[in-house]
């Protein structure tokens, strides 16, 4: 089994910034890459960013590219995920999450921490 814990949600005012931690622990010997989602109140769940173990390729959601920064570290199955210049709209529950299979979809899942930006 795998798991996943994040770290590092609060509360902050617009302008502000953030860094989310997340940590995999257990059967984490294969992964392909980690990933955050968030989920705002009454909407979908929506990516935000990923990182790839393979080459160190990162994407973005066009809504957080220039302001947000995904960084992991391989060896320790951790990413984490600096936030800037946060908005009201930033405001959700931010999951981490872990492919282990490379076929194109996440496995695991973290359960979340509450990131709310204040106007």
């Known amino acids: 089994q795998v798991q996943l814990v994040e770290s590092g949600g609060g509360l902050v005012q617009a302008g502000g910034s953030l860094r989310l931690s997340c940590a995999a622990s257990?059967?984490?010997?294969?992964?392909?890459?980690m990933g955050w989602f968030r989920q705002a109140p009454g909407k979908g769940r929506a990516f935000v960013a990923s990182?790839?173990?393979?080459?160190?390729?990162?994407y973005y959601a066009d809504s957080v590219k220039g302001r947000f920064t995904i960084s992991g570290d391989n060896a320790k199955n951790t990413v984490w995920l600096q936030m800037n210049s946060l908005k009201p709209e930033d405001t959700a529950v931010y999951y981490c999450?872990?492919?282990?299979?490379?076929?194109?979809?996440?496995?695991?899942w973290g359960q979340g921490t509450q990131v709310t930006v204040s106007a």
């Open positions: 999450a872990l492919d282990t299979r490379g076929l194109g979809s996440y496995d695991y």
């Open positions: 257990g059967r984490t010997y294969s992964s392909y890459r």
């Open positions: 990182i790839s173990w393979r080459g160190g390729i990162t």
